[in-house]
């Protein structure tokens, strides 16, 4: 089609080379909207090229300190600092595995192909969701006020919001199976619990662990800041080395919590292909 094609088509069917007018505007209103309030926020903040520049500098000092990382020299320092890596990954196992011991039946009852009762499967399910508003660091708080400092109020803060979350992934995955394997065991005289321990638990099964290893990954990473309000593990450590400015030694540890958390992203994936199996690609 030449230029001349295209210009008497706009010039015959204008709307179909540009939008309406209210269109247009709804358009423009949006965006304008969207830039004042990123702009106030800005404003409200402090967002300023002076404070931005003085933070610059300051966080450069305190990187500066940060380097050389501090090399511990006796077993006895260090030992407490691979205590608190080890309690840290104890809090988030724990929390995890007592998370998804609860959230597992009751995943059950929030799908809609294994529980027909309406009220009960959504009230179900909005229970699900008042677990989920609270922060883990919220709950950590909580325990910590009803059960004192330690690593039991942070297993208990992640062990309940991950009910919630557990509870409503699980259930999101038994009510994406295929009913075929189910009819099947149906109609080779199976039993309700038969037909969802045959029929949709080997479906399943794979997308749960996969969903575990990966919380599992994530509330590592949570259980380090369970730690900074007084859960006990690597956070402690990591807090006090921080408030008594040891920034090379906060350094190191850093370094120690990615070097642990990129050891268990790599056994989690062995797991997966242990157990799920590798993905087939195809060329």
Known sequence: MTSPDIEAARARVPLAFRAPLAVRLRRVAIWTG????????????????TRIWEGLGRLGRVLSFMFPPYVWTEWTQFAEVLSGLMETLSMAFLGTLLGAIVAFPLSFLGAKNINRLNFLRLGTRRGYDVIRAFETLILALIFIRAFGLGPLAGVLAIAVSEIGTFAKLFSEAIENTSEKPVDGVKASGGSRLQQIRFGIMPQ???????????????????????GIVGAGGIGFLLSDRIA???????????????????????????????????????K
């Open 34 to 49: 969207f830039i004042l309030l990123f702009a106030w926020c800005l404003y409200d903040f402090g967002f300023t090229p």
């Open 204 to 226: 399943v099964s794979p997308v749960i662990l996969s969903i575990l290893l990966y919380n599992f990954e994530s509330n590592v990473r949570s259980s380090t800041i369970l």
């Open 244 to 282: 008594t400015y040891k920034w090379d030694e906060a350094w190191s540890i850093i370094f120690l919590i990615i070097g642990m958390v990129y050891l268990i992203d790599w056994m989690s994936a062995l797991i997966r292909q242990r157990l799920i199996g590798k993905t087939e690609t195809t």
